[in-house]
């Protein structure tokens, strides 16, 4: 069963078109704005949790990117990155805004990862990136272990596995990435399948799925951006996670010594809903030191 939040959610969404497509956007607060870009396979909703401690201080705009959530599921869409970035690039274009902060997770890191190199090839010209937060997500190929139904979802039998998906399998994988003390709600279950479900987008996994190649293709670039960016980054990583917890948090560790690190214990994948109080103070903790600083 969803929450009367979920569904209030999904009706204040509104549509913005791109080269033929649509996506739902949330947007809500004032003040400067910050880009919400969630990760594979849900949608913007997963952000409900911190939201209100942000909007006060932030103009939150919060989109389902295209094949997720409530937005347009093409079946014979390519999906990409750069797409999805383009896509980002033009909502905020229509929305008047030049600058903005970043806050991303899982898929959302990689789209997060594109934003900054293009960030740093403009050189102060078009959109600018004021600050990037980052929660658990394969910023380092190398570093991320996908879980085996993703493995599958990349092969030929991407197409079947995703046609047998179920309730039962989403909660099962969610179980498995989530900390031990902190699971996924029944609720959260019903409510990430129900997006899933919308417009058959479960058939999408396969074709959506491709963010994986891409990441090592794009290894240089993405990862480059990062090392390179003077843009204010800070990580806020579940250390419990099996897909980009311990591993990831070494390497960012390694390759960006001076970029800002918060390892939260016993959390998993989806710190923003398992320990949303803890992501929301290191978040107002960072911005409250970008503000001292300027």
């Given at each position: 069963?969803?929450?009367p939040a979920f569904e209030t959610w999904r009706?204040?969404?509104?549509r913005f078109e791109h080269r033929g497509h649509a996506i739902a956007v949330v947007e809500r607060g004032r003040g400067e704005a910050m880009l919400a870009i969630h990760g594979f396979p849900s949608a913007s909703w997963d952000w409900h949790a911190i939201l209100p401690g942000l909007t006060p201080r932030f103009r939150v705009i919060a989109p389902d990117l295209l094949g997720f959530g409530w937005s347009d599921k093409p079946r014979s869409f390519r999906y990409s990155m750069l797409d999805q970035a383009d896509r980002l690039e033009a909502l905020l274009a229509a929305r008047g805004v030049d600058r903005v902060h970043l806050l991303a997770h899982d898929y959302g890191d990689t789209v997060a990862q594109e934003l900054l190199a293009r960030h740093e090839q403009r050189a102060g010209r078009g959109l600018a990136i004021a600050s990037c937060v980052l929660l658990n997500g394969g910023l380092f190929p190398e570093c991320h272990h996908p879980r085996p139904v993703q493995r599958l979802l990349a092969t030929r039998l991407g197409p079947l596995v995703a046609r047998l998906s179920s309730r039962r399998t989403l909660a099962r994988g969610l179980h498995a990435i989530f900390g031990r003390d902190?699971?996924?709600?029944?609720?959260?279950v019903d409510e990430l399948w129900t997006m899933l479900r919308h417009a058959d987008g479960q058939l999408a996994l396969p074709r959506l799925i491709d963010y994986i190649r891409e990441r090592k293709q794009h290894r240089a670039r993405w990862v480059g951006a990062?090392?390179?960016t003077r843009v204010p980054l800070v990580l806020i990583d579940g250390a419990a996670d099996p897909v980009s917890g311990a591993d990831m948090i070494a390497r960012w560790r390694e390759l960006l010594p001076q970029a800002q690190l918060v390892v939260l214990p016993g959390i998993g994948h989806y710190p923003q809903i398992e320990a949303p109080d803890a992501v929301l103070a290191a978040m107002l903790r960072?911005?409250?030191?970008?503000r001292d600083s300027t």
């Open positions: 069963m969803v929450s009706r204040q969404g509104q902190t699971p996924p709600s029944p609720a959260f990062l090392e390179r960072f911005h409250d030191r970008l």
